[in-house]
């Protein structure tokens, strides 16, 4: 009525803005939108917020930036709804973020509860059994399960689910839903724990009769039926469930399912050699979710309990890493030694003959030898990949030729990394190895930036999307976004790439990446020099330094120090010896080279130049493709001409280079030089 009057008395032009929910359409409202229809504008249908809106959303009500994961977790759990989104960021903010992924907001528990409460007893009590199901309603199994019919004859249940349907928390025509992740919650939290748990407990043993071959949804009972008294017969469907997630790329049920397997475990079920196994494919799904720091976390703990069985066997299968990276997984700053002298032990050790456990641990010498016992960790990734060609192995191979890829700038040749990843790309697609195809795109981008071929790179960027696992997305959406920053950069708008590789890396030390601050640190430094000033670095360099960097970014701290006009300082820490041929190599040796250019130590210029020179034609890059300086050429160069030699050929190649990267600063420098 109001509505009505406010539009029909209005005497001046008016535009009245008014909003309602599908299910809240009453005969009132639908008769005042008749009468109204002439004089409506418009009707708009809403949708949710897109993933940028989302993510900008939570960050203002979080406070924060959240972990990579968090973002999606939260941003999956509100789809699009700017309320729940809105409620998230806050709980985050004050909980933190396991409770956020996991509890339901005070706020929307408000907001659902009071539509809840608008419905009969009867079918509230009918949806929250329904609720137990998860987000959809199995309606014929809701009349074959008694505990979940109740006293309900077939027509009264079905009237109570559609009461539900037409109070917009289910949706659907011949199968129903509820319309949201967190309606389901706020429905299911009417029930009591002890109350659910048992009606977890009927549900698992009706579907274990009626539908064994259901392994997601016995998986999913027999965790929340999960105690004491169940542990024993739950145990099997966690694992089965566990097994097929992993194997279908569901990579975070897996996680959960086999920290449920261990729990049961814990409670009594299985033995110690199922423990060891559950807490391998643990530490195996977790490497798959992307979360590398709780993977490694958990192999620990895997290794001291295959230790304390005294069986060396136990303790070399414990040790395995299997995991698609493409750049090192360990932290820059760690004691390898310890770890590195273990598994040389077991090596020496166990069966001889069993190949396949020897690759294990190859590939895990090669992994702990990283990023600074490259020769070590080199000599392991070739005696894994000849290991897994012997063994006929498509993902073992794929695992060897990752370690292969790590390794790229220990071997002269500027052809070999795309080679490598040639090679995983036709194995992994034989295999049907979608992690490992997602990696040899990423590795094949990285290739193509080198050589300066951009649209390859992009090519091969959408390969990798269409065919990476749930694990894999964090990067690849990192990949894109420092892509397009460094085409920012190619291009010459630095200020541009400088703002979002600021953003980036602040993401990336959000996440909790164990190498957050360093990577930062080159991005910064590297850009800034691009900029031609990376002096605004000093600070944040000589606080890496005192926190034990030093060795990480010590040709950083000379290039900042030379930029701020400090060379007493600079020459302090000078000169550096030669850097281990790891994944920043290729850009450390070409800051050394400028650094010894402008120290006049033509010794330094040398050397660098002479290890430069292989990759003459290329960009100066870190090993993924996802840091960039600019041609090597401008700086054999600028070598050239430190040591009274002719710059034009190399001056010449790079002009050539930045052309065709439409690369204008670059091809100015070239030309000054040349």
Do not use: K
């Amino acid at each position: 009525m109001v509505l009505r009057h406010l539009v029909a008395s209005g005497a001046a032009p008016l535009l009245v803005v008014a909003t309602y929910r599908d299910d809240e359409v009453s005969d009132d409202l639908r008769g005042t939108l008749a009468l109204l229809a002439a004089q409506t504008r418009d009707r708009l249908r809403l949708g949710g917020l897109d993933a940028e809106s989302g993510r900008r959303l939570l960050q203002r009500h979080a406070g924060r930036d959240l972990a990579e994961r968090t973002w999606r977790a939260l941003l999956a759990r509100a789809a699009g709804n700017a309320l729940f989104l809105r409620e998230l960021g806050d709980l985050a903010r004050t909980e933190g973020d396991d409770v956020a992924t996991r509890e339901l907001p005070a706020g929307v528990g408000d907001v659902l509860g009071r539509r809840i409460a608008r419905l009969p007893a009867r079918a509230v009590a009918t949806l929250t059994r329904a609720a137990v199901l998860g987000r959809e309603v199995d309606v014929d199994l809701m009349l074959e399960v008694d505990a979940l019919r109740g006293p309900l004859s077939e027509d009264e249940l079905l009237d109570d689910l559609d009461s539900g349907v037409v109070a917009g928390l289910l949706e659907g025509d011949s199968t129903l839903r509820f319309t949201h992740a967190l309606v389901r919650d706020a429905v299911a939290a009417r029930m009591p724990p002890l109350r659910r748990a048992r009606l977890h407990r009927a549900l698992l043993d009706a579907l274990a009769t009626r539908h064994p071959s259901g392994s997601h949804a016995l998986a999913h009972h027999a965790e929340l039926a999960l105690d004491a008294a169940t542990a024993g017969r739950v145990l099997p469907h966690l694992v089965t469930g566990a097994a097929a997630a992993h194997e279908a790329g569901a990579v975070e049920e897996a996680v959960r399912w086999w920290r449920a397997a261990l729990r049961a475990h814990d409670l009594g079920a299985g033995d110690g050699a199922s423990r060891l196994r559950a807490q391998r494919e643990l530490v195996r799904a977790l490497a798959a979710s992307g979360d590398l720091s709780a993977a490694l976390a958990e192999r620990t703990r895997a290794i001291e309990a295959a230790r304390r069985t005294g069986n060396p066997t136990d303790e070399a299968w414990a040790w395995s890493w299997d995991v698609a990276a493409l750049w090192a997984t360990g932290p820059a700053i760690a004691d390898q030694d310890a770890a590195v002298a273990r598994v040389q032990q077991l090596l020496a050790t166990v069966d001889p003959t069993d190949r396949r456990l020897r690759a294990e641990l190859w590939i895990a010498l090669a992994h702990e030898s990283q990023p600074w016992l490259v020769d070590l960790g080199r000599t392991a990734g070739e005696e894994a990949l000849a290991l897994a060609r012997a063994l006929d192995d498509p993902r073992l191979l794929c695992r060897a030729l990752n370690l292969a890829h790590l390794h790229t700038f220990g071997v002269a040749d500027p052809d070999y990394q795309r080679r490598v990843g040639e090679e995983m790309l036709a194995v992994a697609t034989r295999a049907r190895l979608g992690d490992h195809r997602a990696l040899a795109h990423l590795i094949l981008s990285a290739a193509a930036i080198g050589t300066g071929d951009l649209d390859a790179a992009r090519s091969h960027l959408d390969g990798a999307t269409a065919t990476a696992g749930a694990g894999q997305l964090p990067v690849l959406a990192l990949s894109v976004a420092v892509f397009d920053a460094t085409l920012d950069l190619v291009h010459g708008r630095v200020g541009a790439a400088h703002a979002a590789f600021d953003e980036l890396t602040r993401r990336i030390t959000a996440s909790g990446d164990p190498n957050g601050r360093f990577i930062r640190a080159w991005v910064m430094t590297t850009t800034a020099a691009a900029a031609g000033d990376s002096s605004g670095m000093v600070d944040e360099l000589e606080a890496i330094a005192t926190a034990g960097g030093a060795g990480f970014v010590a040709v950083l701290r000379v290039l900042a120090r030379l930029d701020a006009g400090q060379e007493e300082e600079a020459r302090a820490l000078w000169p550096l010896p030669p850097y281990p041929r790891e994944a920043t190599w290729l850009l450390e040796t070409a800051f050394q080279c400028l650094a010894a250019c402008r120290l006049d130590d033509a010794s330094v210029v040398r050397r660098t130049r002479d290890d430069l020179a292989p990759w003459a034609g290329q960009l100066v890059r870190t090993v993924n493709g996802q840091l960039v300086l600019g041609p090597v050429d401008l700086v054999l160069a600028r070598a050239a001409l430190c040591l009274g030699e002719d710059p034009r050929p190399h001056a010449a190649a790079a002009a050539a280079l930045a052309r065709r990267l439409d690369a204008p600063h670059w091809l100015a420098e070239a030309r000054a030089l040349g």
